[in-house]
Nanobody
Framework: QVHLVESGGGLVQAGGSLRLACAAS????????VGWSRQAPGKEREFVAA????????EYAASVKGRFTISRDNAKNTVYLQMSSLNPEDTAVYSC?????????????????WGQGTQVTVSS
């Protein structure tokens, strides 16, 4: 059984940083891509960042490029999202998702497994 568990969310002031983690279990190592997305109240879910299974391919949404960094430690089956220069518009529930055979990292529909999400709140 596959499980994805996010951690690291919380309340931070504008300009601050947070590091989210997505711990996966039940998936073969070195086989799955991981994507992060977010959903703010009253808004649609949007793609944030994604990384291929080997880390060779990384994608970012334009709104976070240069501020967020995605990385993975396959030995720990964990993917990280380092978020810096946070602003109130980054407030949302952040979720990670995993998929085997993902062709287009930005397409959330391609991911098969999802975590419950972690709240990130940025105060002004």
């Amino acid at each position: 059984q596959v499980h994805l568990v996010e951690s690291g969310g919380g309340l931070v002031q504008a300009g601050g940083s947070l590091r989210l983690a997505c711990a996966a279990s039940g998936l073969p190592r070195n086989s799955y891509a991981v994507g992060w997305s977010r959903q703010a109240p009253g808004k649609e879910r949007e793609f944030v960042a994604a990384i291929s299974w080997a880390g060779a391919t990384i994608e970012y949404a334009a709104s976070v490029k240069g501020r967020f960094t995605i990385s993975r430690d396959n030995a720990k089956n964990t993917v990280y999202l380092q978020m810096s220069s946070l602003n109130p518009e980054d407030t949302a529930v952040y979720s990670c998702a995993a998929g085997v055979g993902v062709r287009f990292l930005r397409r959330l529909e391609e991911y098969d497994y999802w975590g419950q999400g972690t709240q990130v709140t940025v105060s002004s």
